[in-house]
């Protein structure tokens, strides 16, 4: 296409003020090539296996580590940041045990389609007003969004991997325009978490193997979210009664005291609040869709969730939930049975062992059969060999 006749500094600064016209709490421009250094990061993240079950991080990873092998005409990146300040201490949240804890960027709509309406409109604008091709990223495609942020001067990556900005702390959802034009990009601001380790501290299961490294594969957000199968006994105490994401390294971060509430986009659901776990637990397929319409939380689908639920449920110390736990016994999913096995040996000893003698042989699956005499579940590699010795 033509382009727009005007100093690279020029459009920059017009495409920045557009942006913030447009609600955008942040607005920063990167060259399309800023994240050399990122793809080597990812490649060392994906060896070491780090990346779990996400195995398409691992298909995309050549198209990730660059931005112009997703596009080869991109020139530069113009990213965008939406702040999801939340209106209460996620800290808090989670020392209410009989309640169900939601991170807090899914409490309210889900930010990838209220951030990708208004992104549109802005890459629509660069297209019509200065006459550049451009593509549009809301966590939709193979995309380092947060090396590119850091690259453009919205904040940076701190030891919890997250991005961190001075005025937000580390509530922003970010997007991202890759347009053909040439542009004068923000300068990178320093680290500046200094010797601060608290977001490392918190951690409940350890999940940064050292500052600026995380192990997806313990991190609590992966484990309720992206994690398809059943959840170590390692994990379950450390989880709490968080049962979509988890906050804790984000919340601690000392630059949170320049946070600023929500977009009015991104503010929470009344009844995404911390509500109780009893709730949660009685969802089934079609209220779960019904609850959870237009979040973020729709994603990880019903048993994933009340498989979650259980969990909590199982460290809530409450005895009123018993009965709960109970329903969930003869749930369709080994996912939820095998954890409302493992929370009703928690809350109620006496009647997890008349439930045990009842369920514990006649259960079709050997997940949950497991979970009835407490062992861990058996690896493929042990099933393969109990079956050798049984021929």
């Known amino acids: 296409m033509g382009r727009t006749a005007g100093s690279p500094a020029s459009l920059s600064a017009a495409i920045r003020d557009k942006g913030l016209d447009l609600g955008f709490d942040a607005v920063g421009i990167a060259p399309a090539d800023a994240n050399a250094a990122a793809g080597d990061r990812l490649r060392a993240f994906l060896s070491l296996g780090r990346h779990g079950a996400m195995d398409w991080m691992e298909t ?8 112009n092998a997703l596009w080869p005409d991109a020139r530069s990146a113009v990213v965008v940041g939406a702040n999801y300040g939340p209106t209460s201490d996620p800290l808090a949240d989670v020392r209410r045990p009989n309640r169900g804890v939601i991170a807090a960027y899914a409490r309210g709509r889900d930010y990838h389609v209220s951030v990708k309406r208004r992104i549109r409109r802005f890459a629509t604008w660069i297209y019509e007003t200065h006459e550049a091709d451009v593509k549009v990223f809301v966590d939709t495609a193979p995309l380092m969004e947060k090396p590119l942020a850091e690259r453009a001067g919205l904040g940076w990556q701190g030891k919890h991997t997250n991005l961190v900005s ?15 034009l040439d542009l004068e990009p923000d300068a990178p601001v320093p680290d500046a978490c200094g010797a601060c380790t608290r977001c490392l501290d918190v951690c409940p299961t ?7 490294q ?21 994990f379950r105490e450390a989880i709490g009664n968080r049962v979509f994401g988890c906050d804790d390294c984000l919340a601690v971060c000392p630059w949170n005291k320049y946070a600023q509430a929500a977009h009015a986009s991104l503010r929470q659901r009344i009844e995404l609040a911390v509500p109780l776990l009893r709730d949660f637990a009685g969802l089934d397929e079609a209220s779960f869709e019904e609850v959870f319409a237009g979040s973020p939380v729709k994603r990880t689908g019903r048993d994933r969730f009340v498989r979650n639920v259980a969990i909590a449920i199982g460290n809530a110390g409450d005895a009123s939930l018993v009965p709960v736990a109970q329903r969930l016994l003869d749930d369709a999913s080994p996912l939820v049975r095998a954890m409302a096995v493992w ?30 005499y407490h062992e861990e579940s058996p690896s493929p590699a042990e099933r393969g060999r109990a079956g050798e010795g049984a021929n």
């Open 60 to 67: 995309t990873a050549e198209r990730r580590a660059h931005v």
């Open 166 to 180: 001075r005025e937000f702390g580390s509530w922003l959802v970010l997007g991202v325009v890759l347009t053909t």
């Open 206 to 212: 350890n999940a940064f193997p050292a500052p600026y």
């Open 214 to 234: 995380l192990d997806a594969r313990r991190c609590i957000s992966y484990l309720t979210i992206e994690h398809p199968g059943h959840i170590a006994r390692e």
């Open 343 to 372: 929370a009703l040996s928690r809350l109620d000893a006496a009647t997890f062992a008349e439930q045990r003698a009842a369920r514990a042989a006649t259960e079709p699956d050997e997940h949950v059969r497991a979970e009835w």
